[in-house]
């Protein structure tokens, strides 16, 4: 079946920092994949999405690349702030038939002044 | 114009009653879900419904039952609830896979 692999957290960084957190996906077929960000006490936000092989999702300063070759969907900013301080979780959908969205661990993020 | 509501957002109790949570989503969505989030953030799906139509039913034991009276409407009934429960449930709504899924706030429930 299809899964989702994250890297655990905690993830600390300074302020300005760069960051990176790792998504590797198992599928069949051509899913869509999607990040979301939990901030604390509250529900899940899309963040950004790519449906097919090379499509960037942005938002907010973040990116993903759907990188099939490798299955991969790794967030990226260029400069974090104190507040994107949250949980992020990265997530897959199933190809076909109804729509069955499923998600990884979630990484927290930690940003200090 | 909160987009998927649920209520209540907190939800204390004792072992063994029975308890209900409503969502309610005002985005027209065909399908909607319940998610089970766990105290280490692992969300696990439950329950999907399309068109008020049961399409997802995961390893969930039968003390849950979802009733959807309408297609903007799913609500979780939980009988003889057991510590375990405790954890947070999410409903969320979507309309096409590609562009993700909407969440409510969430409903803490806590059993003691």
């Known amino acids: 079946g299809n899964s989702v692999t994250q890297m655990e957290g905690p993830v600390t960084l300074s302020e300005e920092a760069f960051l990176t957190i790792n998504c590797t996906y198992t599928?069949?077929?051509?899913?869509?994949l999607f990040w979301y960000v939990q901030y604390p006490g509250e529900g899940l936000q899309l963040l950004l999405k790519?449906?097919?092989?090379?499509d960037k999702g942005s938002n907010k300063g973040f990116e993903a690349t759907y990188r099939k070759e490798t299955t991969s969907f790794h967030l990226e900013k260029g400069s974090v702030q104190v507040s994107d301080s949250a949980v992020y979780f990265c997530?897959?959908?199933?190809?076909?038939?109804?729509?069955?969205?499923?998600f990884g661990i979630g990484t927290k993020l930690q940003v200090i002044p | 114009d909160t987009a998927v509501s649920q209520t209540p957002k907190y939800l204390v109790t004792q072992m063994g009653n029975d308890k209900s949570i409503k969502c309610e989503q005002n985005l027209g969505h065909d399908t909607m879900y319940w998610y089970k989030q766990d105290s280490k953030k692992f969300l696990k799906i439950m329950f999907s419904?399309?068109?008020?139509?049961?399409?997802i039913n995961e390893t969930v034991p039968n003390r849950f039952s979802p009733k959807s009276p309408d297609k903007a409407h799913l609500n979780l009934h939980i009988n003889s609830l057991e510590l375990g429960d405790s954890a947070v449930y999410f409903c969320a709504s979507s309309q096409i896979q590609a562009d993700g899924y909407t969440f409510g706030s969430g409903t803490r429930l806590t059993v003691v």
């Open positions: 599928a069949t077929g051509y899913p869509s």
């Open positions: 790519a449906t097919k092989a090379d």
């Open positions: 997530a897959l959908g199933n190809s076909g038939g109804y729509q069955k969205v499923t």
């Open positions: 419904y399309n068109n008020k139509e049961l399409i």
